[in-house]
């Protein structure tokens, strides 16, 4: 084993003060386990030090962090996720739609339906019906919005309603109005809905003077609601309200397809049912 000249230095200085005359005080190897213990008293002196030092660091960098449970509780709002706030449902539609044909009267069912969180811009609403008597309805979270809904006539021209959301804006269809093929491949409706202050009246004299139905009469909310149904009157309101936040709903309903267990009532005399119903061929492509 190798020793240090500091070690040796301190051995020689220890045995030089012996008193003369008497044995040395210690033999070799008693001086070599002298310096071991020495080194290894130097060791654990440092090693103390560096482990000092590493606790100070320790206590440091943790007094910069919230103790206890307040760390924890700051780490459970860091995970917490970005969507986790509830959101308010919008208007819920009806599972059934009541439908009056003369002296029949008969239920439709939902059988599709479309949820939209803007109002100003056309939403086009396809689905598969299962008879003639398809119907539609459109709510919305203000009742004073305004809604066009356009689809295809008996001849393929375009047709539909408008009118203030509340006032229940949506029909329902018969054998002698539907197109021919309307059983032969999915359908679709055209909607707009435009914010309640939206200026249609400026707009619609602007486009064709806004007429009223009775001449003379000021452009009242009746002509306004006609002049909706002309397709530059909306597409100048969408350009001005497109986009505008605004909750709505469209529901479609009919008789329940064949097979299914739901009860519609009776079907009224003058129109056949889902499962007997042929529509004649030759049926026209959907407008677009």
Known sequence: MRHTESD??????????ERAGREPSAHLDA???????MRRTRRAVTAGTALACAAVAAVGVTGLLPAGPHRAEGTAVARRPV???????????DDTMRVVLGTKKFDLHLIHSQRFETVGGVQKVTFTPTSVYTGEKVICEDPRAWVVVEHRGRGGEPTGGTGRCGDGVGGHGDELSVPSGWLKRPQYLQVWVFPADAPVREVAE???GCRPAVKGEDCDETAQSVALMNPEVRRRLSAIVGGRPGRWAIG?????APGTSVSTGPVPDNGPTVATERPADGASTPAG
Request: aromatic share 2%; hydrophobic share 30%.
């Open 206 to 208: 602007a486009v064709n």
């Open 252 to 256: 479609v309903y009919d008789r329940p």
């Open 83 to 93: 969507d986790s706030a509830q959101v308010t449902p919008g208007p819920e539609l």
């Open 31 to 37: 001086i070599v386990r002298r310096g071991r213990r």
């Open 8 to 17: 040796l230095r301190e051995l020689l200085n220890e045995h030089g003060h």
